[in-house]
C-alpha cells in the first residue's frame, strides 16, 4: 500500500515558516529598540518599563492561550475537512478573545496602582513611577492584542502567515516611528513608548479582523456568530485554552514574581535583567517561529488522523529550532562587545547583562525547543492537562523556589535567578521527552 501523502509539502514549510521568522525577527528588533530608546532616558525608565512589560507578558499569554485554543479546533476541522465548523470556530473565538482582554483590561485599569505595588512595592520611587504610566497606557491596548493574536492565530490555521508578516511589519514601523518621536523629540519618557503601542495594536487588530471578514477566504469571520453564543464550540476551545492559559499564566506569573525578587537586588540589576530579556530573544527568534508553526501544521495531521505525520514534522521543526539557536545565539554572544555601544547602562549593568545573555543562549541550544516546541505538538492534539501539570510543577519548585534559594538565601542575587530559569528547562524537557514517546497525546479525539 502506498504510504498518505504528505499533508505539507517543503514549500508548504517555506511558505507557513519563513514569514513567521520575519515577523517574529520584527518583534525582536522592536523590542530590542523599545530597550535602547528607553534606556536613554535614565535607568529608572528603563527599570520600571522592563518590570511592567513582565506583567504585560502575562497579559499577553493569556491572551495567545486563548488564540491557540480557537487555532488547534480549527486547524483539526480543517483537517477533518469540515469548513463550516471551522468558520464557526473562528467566528467564537473572537467572541472569546473580546470578552477576556476586556474583563483583563477593567481589571488592570481599575486596580493599577494595587497590582504594581503588590508585585514591586519594594522599588525606587521614580521607577514606581514611570512603570504607572507605561501600565496605564498599554493596558488599553489589551482589548487590540486579543483581536490580533486571535486573527493572527486564524490566519496561520490556513496559511496566510504572509498577511499577518506584512501587518506585522507596519505595525512595528509604527510603533518604532513613534517611539522615536515620543523619546527624542517629545521626550515624554515612558508615555513616548507607550502610545505609540496602543496606536500600532489598534491599526493590526483592525487589519487583520477586516481581512478575515471578507467573503470567499478559507476561514471566515462573520458578525452574526461573533455575537453569538455556541457551547459546544466555545467548549472545544476553551478545553485548549483554559489549560493552556493556565500553564502560560503560571509560566509568566513566575516571571512576575522571579522579577520582583530581582527588585530587591537594586536597579542595575533590574536593568540588566531588562536588557538581558530582550537581547535574548535574539537567539531563539527561529525557535519562536516554530512554536507558532507546530500547531496549525501538528493540528491538521491530528484532525487527519495522520499521527505519523505529526511526528514527522514535530521532529523537522525541532531540529530547524536547535540549529537556528546554535547560530543565532552564538552570533549574539560573539556582537556583545558591538551591542555595548548601543545601550546607556553602567558597566556593573552591563557586566551582569553578559553574564545573563551567555547563560541563556548556552542553554538555549540545548533545551528551548525541547522545552516549548515539543509541548506544543501535545497541545495541538489537545493534551493539554499534562502539558499544564508539569507547567505548574516546574514553575513553582525549579523557578521559583530555585530563584528564591539560589538568588536570596545563597546570595547569588540575579546569576542565581537565572541558574533556576535552566532548572526548570531542564524539568520541563524531561518530561515532555517522556510523554511525547508515550504516545498517550494520539488518543485523544476532539473533532
Known amino acids: 500500500m502506498d504510504s498518505p501523502k504528505l499533508l505539507f509539502s517543503n514549500a508548504d514549510l517555506k511558505q507557513l515558516i519563513v514569514p513567521l521568522v520575519i515577523e517574529q525577527t520584527l518583534v525582536m528588533l522592536v523590542g530590542i529598540t523599545d530597550t535602547m530608546m528607553v534606556s536613554n532616558a535614565g535607568e529608572a525608565a528603563i527599570s520600571g518599563v522592563s518590570l511592567v512589560d513582565m506583567v504585560n507578558n502575562l497579559v499577553a499569554t493569556i491572551l495567545a492561550a486563548v488564540a491557540t485554543g480557537g487555532a488547534v ?8 475537512k469540515n469548513q463550516k465548523q471551522a468558520n464557526l470556530a473562528a467566528s467564537q473565538l473572537y467572541t472569546v478573545s473580546l470578552l477576556t482582554s476586556l474583563s483583563v483590561t477593567f481589571l488592570c485599569l481599575v486596580f493599577n496602582k494595587q497590582l504594581l505595588r503588590g508585585l514591586f512595592g519594594s522599588i525606587d520611587d521614580d521607577v514606581m513611577g514611570a512603570a504607572t504610566t507605561y501600565f496605564l497606557i498599554t493596558s488599553l491596548s489589551f482589548p487590540f492584542l486579543g483581536l490580533y493574536n486571535a486573527a493572527g492565530a486564524l490566519l496561520r490555521s490556513i496559511q496566510k502567515t504572509s498577511v499577518t508578516m506584512r501587518v506585522s511589519l507596519v505595525m512595528n514601523l509604527i510603533n518604532v516611528a513613534g517611539n522615536a518621536i515620543g523619546i527624542f523629540v517629545l521626550h ?4 513616548g513608548v507607550a502610545v505609540p503601542t496602543l496606536v500600532s495594536r489598534m491599526f493590526a487588530a483592525i487589519c487583520l479582523t477586516a481581512i478575515l471578514s471578507r467573503e470567499g477566504g478559507e476561514v471566515r469571520i462573520a458578525r452574526h456568530e461573533v455575537v453569538s453564543w455556541h457551547r459546544d ?13 493556565m500553564e502560560n499564566g503560571f509560566f509568566e506569573l513566575g516571571r512576575v514574581i522571579v522579577v520582583s525578587i530581582i527588585a530587591l537586588f537594586g536597579t542595575a540589576q533590574i536593568a540588566a535583567n531588562g536588557v538581558a530579556n530582550s537581547l535574548d530573544t535574539i537567539g531563539i527568534t527561529v525557535s519562536r517561529a516554530m512554536n507558532l508553526a507546530v500547531i496549525p501544521i501538528v493540528g491538521r495531521c491530528v484532525g487527519a488522523g495522520e499521527y505519523g505525520q505529526a511526528k514527522y514534522y514535530t521532529r523537522k521543526l525541532i531540529l530547524m529550532s536547535h540549529l537556528s539557536i546554535v547560530i543565532l545565539g552564538g552570533a549574539t554572544i560573539a556582537l556583545l562587545p558591538a551591542i555595548r555601544l548601543l545601550y546607556g547602562l553602567s558597566d556593573e549593568a552591563w557586566r551582569l547583562t553578559v553574564w545573563l545573555v551567555v547563560i541563556h543562549e548556552g542553554v538555549a541550544m540545548l533545551l528551548h525547543p525541547l522545552s516549548f516546541n515539543l509541548p506544543n505538538t501535545l497541545r495541538a492534539a489537545g493534551d493539554v492537562r499534562y502539558t499544564l501539570a508539569v507547567g505548574a510543577f516546574s514553575i513553582v519548585f525549579c523557578r521559583l523556589l530555585g530563584a528564591y534559594l539560589l538568588g536570596v538565601v545563597l546570595g547569588w542575587k540575579i546569576i542565581g535567578v537565572w541558574v533556576a530559569m535552566c532548572v526548570d528547562w531542564v524539568f520541563r524537557s524531561t518530561f515532555f521527552i517522556a510523554r511525547y514517546k508515550s504516545g498517550t497525546w494520539m488518543r485523544i479525539h476532539l473533532v
Open 233 to 245: 464550540v466555545l467548549h472545544k476551545i476553551l478545553y485548549i485554552a483554559i489549560p493552556n492559559g
Open 73 to 80: 479546533i480549527v486547524s483539526q476541522y480543517l483537517g477533518h
Open 188 to 191: 515624554a519618557g515612558v508615555a
